[in-house]
């Protein structure tokens, strides 16, 4: 199946950047010795400067990509993020994942342990309400809730990755705190989509990051 449901994104005027993208800020010069805090504010605007045509070209090309691979993997119970800030939209790929009898989730903070996440049944008419960051997420509802360890795949937004496969997000620790047995376990598989222009050469890391195994953009997939 292929993709092609559009999506849209309001966003500044773009030149060309790096990686083949429109990035008003070409991540590659980008100083590896920046702290965390400036790669993220640095990146988040070189993703939050593509335009609304080259985003939704991203979306459609990333989202064919993640869909053959998840078929591969033969993926049936699939969670992922809702676009927010600029992020490489999941909307194609969701609406993709439908039509294909794919089940999807989508996470929430979790209402009593702070710092973590659930994950919940997604569908077109789940009653959605926005958290603390202005993040969408669905209602609580424990019938909707699925256990982590039962999901297949797990998509991760991220701010950044680098050649090696660690990844970067927002700062809050949700997701690695979700993925950190994934290995032991062997589920569920961790994978990141993002645009083609988060790549840097190289992250400053912490011991508690979870780096990832794929990660899908645009142009290309890589498996580390």
């Known amino acids: 199946m292929s993709i092609t449901s559009p999506v849209s994104n309001t966003s500044a005027p773009t030149v060309k950047g790096p990686h083949g993208t429109q990035c008003e800020i070409d991540t590659t010069t980008l100083n590896p010795s920046l702290s965390r805090a400036e790669l ?10 593509l335009s609304t045509e080259v985003q939704t070209e991203a979306s459609l090309a990333a989202g064919q990509r993640m869909l053959e691979k998840l078929s591969a993997l033969n993926a ?7 676009t927010h800030d600029g992020e490489l ?10 039509q294909q009898g794919i089940h999807t989730y989508v996470p929430r903070l979790h209402p009593f342990n702070a710092g973590q996440l659930l994950f919940l049944h997604y569908h077109a008419d789940s009653p959605m309400l926005p958290n603390q960051f202005g993040i969408l997420e669905p209602k609580l509802d424990v ?6 360890e039962r999901l297949d795949v797990v998509i991760t937004p ?11 997000g927002m700062g ?3 997701y690695d705190r979700t993925l950190a047995n994934w290995h032991s376990k062997g589920k569920p598989l961790p994978m990141g989509y993002a645009h083609d222009c988060q790549q840097v050469t190289a992250l400053p890391c912490e011991h508690w990051d979870v ?14």
């Open 89 to 98: 939209a999941t909307a194609p790929l969701i609406e993709a994942l439908w």
């Open 158 to 168: 991220l701010v950044a990755f680098d050649i090696k496969g660690n990844r970067m």
């Open 211 to 224: 780096p990832l195994p794929f990660i899908i953009t645009p142009s290309r997939e890589w498996e580390f």
């Open 40 to 49: 993220r504010k640095q990146i988040r605007l070189a993703r939050r400067s």
């Open 172 to 174: 809050g620790g949700y």
């Open 143 to 148: 019938r909707a809730v699925m256990p982590i």
């Open 76 to 82: 049936q119970h699939v969670a992922l993020y809702l």
